[in-house]
């Protein structure tokens, strides 16, 4: 597994919403070009990491490296140059209902970019198209099953050729055939653009097939992080109990 290094890094991150403490002193590297997934419990704080990697969140204390700079203390000007490098599919697809297919994907080049209207629709249809949707430009989100939703929702972030994508749970409330269709998109995506993704994921197989690199965060940190054979062979109790699913073992389900 080569790289040519980590494009983002989390360093000994601390984030509390009051007092709830939901990271403490987490530790993570994100290599570049490479696919990793984040596995862990529901609520344990990935949706919380991954905003802190675009600054949508602030840690308490720590640091977030982007490239090899901190973004921590960035005003908003500089926060959105640095959130151009990015691609973000949240976990509803977060679609704007009252838009077409065309506005909604078109939405980050109109606001980032001086492209014509013809120039933008030519894009919006290579990336619906990279999607497997081509033609649904005149349709509204209200017309798409939630696996359209999502698949509009990845040709939205990619419409600006970000360097860096970061997907939230996008498999949740699929079923399996469109988990595995949406997986596979995520994979070429990452092979056809050269992208580095980061993907939080439920799904431990789809996270062996996507991932070059698993990382499970518990407890407000991360315990582990390798390969999916290196992840299937840990000998922690921990990860074991979650990639198999068991409902008994030190991670405490009720
Ligand atoms: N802005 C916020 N204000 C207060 N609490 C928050 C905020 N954002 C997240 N939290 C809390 O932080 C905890 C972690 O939330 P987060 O969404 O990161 O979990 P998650 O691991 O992504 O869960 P899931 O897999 O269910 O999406 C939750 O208890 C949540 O309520």
Same mark, same amino acid.
């Given at each position: 597994?080569?790289?040519?290094?980590?494009?983002?890094?989390?360093?000994?991150?601390?984030?509390?919403?009051?007092?709830?403490?939901?990271?403490?002193?987490?530790?993570? +590297?994100?290599?570049?070009?490479?696919?990793? #997934?984040?596995?862990?419990?529901?609520?344990? $704080? +990935?949706?919380?990491?991954? *905003?802190?990697?675009?600054?949508?969140? +602030?840690?308490?204390? %720590?640091?977030?490296?982007?490239?090899?700079?901190?973004?921590?203390?960035?005003?908003?000007?500089?926060?959105?140059?640095?959130?151009?490098?990015?691609?973000?599919?949240?976990?509803?697809?977060?679609?704007?209902?009252?838009?077409?297919?065309?506005?909604?994907?078109?939405?980050?080049?109109?606001?980032?970019?001086?492209?014509?209207?013809?120039?933008?629709?030519?894009? #919006?249809?290579? *990336?619906?198209?990279?999607?497997?949707?081509?033609?649904?430009? +005149? *349709?509204?989100?209200?017309?798409?099953?939630? $696996?359209?939703? *999502?698949?509009?929702?990845?040709?939205?972030?990619?419409?600006?050729?970000?360097?860096?994508?970061?997907?939230?749970?996008?498999?949740?409330?699929?079923?399996?055939?469109?988990?595995?269709?949406?997986?596979?998109?995520?994979?070429?995506?990452?092979?056809?653009?050269?992208?580095?993704? #980061?993907?939080?994921?439920?799904?431990?197989? $789809?996270?062996?097939?996507?991932?070059?690199?698993?990382?499970?965060?518990?407890?407000?940190?991360?315990?582990?992080? $390798?390969?999916?054979?290196?992840?299937?062979?840990?000998?922690?109790? #921990?990860?074991?109990?979650?990639?198999? %699913?068991?409902?008994?073992?030190?991670?405490?389900?009720?």
């Amino acid at each position: 597994m080569s790289n040519t290094g980590d494009i983002i890094e989390l360093q000994d991150i601390h984030k509390s919403f009051g007092s709830q403490r939901v990271l403490k002193g987490l530790n993570l +590297k994100i290599p570049k070009g490479l696919t990793t #997934v984040i596995i862990g419990r529901s609520g344990g $704080g +990935k949706s919380v990491m991954l *905003k802190h990697m675009i600054g949508l969140i +602030k840690p308490d204390q %720590g640091q977030v490296l982007v490239g090899g700079h901190d973004i921590v203390g960035l005003n908003d000007h500089q926060l959105n140059q640095v959130r151009r490098r990015f691609g973000m599919l949240f976990q509803e697809a977060a679609l704007f209902d009252s838009m077409t297919v065309l506005d909604n994907v078109a939405f980050p080049l109109r606001e980032h970019t001086h492209l014509t209207d013809q120039q933008v629709r030519e894009k #919006v249809s290579e *990336k619906l198209a990279m999607v497997g949707l081509p033609g649904v430009e +005149k *349709k509204m989100p209200s017309e798409l099953s939630g $696996g359209m939703r *999502k698949r509009v929702g990845l040709a939205r972030a990619i419409a600006l050729e970000p360097e860096i994508i970061l997907y939230d749970e996008p498999t949740t409330g699929l079923d399996p055939p469109l988990s595995a269709a949406i997986n596979r998109l995520i994979a070429d995506t990452q092979a056809k653009l050269g992208v580095t993704s #980061v993907v939080i994921s439920h799904d431990i197989e $789809g996270a062996y097939e996507v991932g070059h690199n698993i990382a499970m965060l518990y407890n407000g940190e991360i315990i582990v992080q $390798g390969t999916p054979e290196e992840i299937r062979h840990s000998d922690n109790e #921990v990860v074991q109990q979650f990639i198999h %699913g068991r409902p008994e073992g030190p991670i405490d389900v009720i």
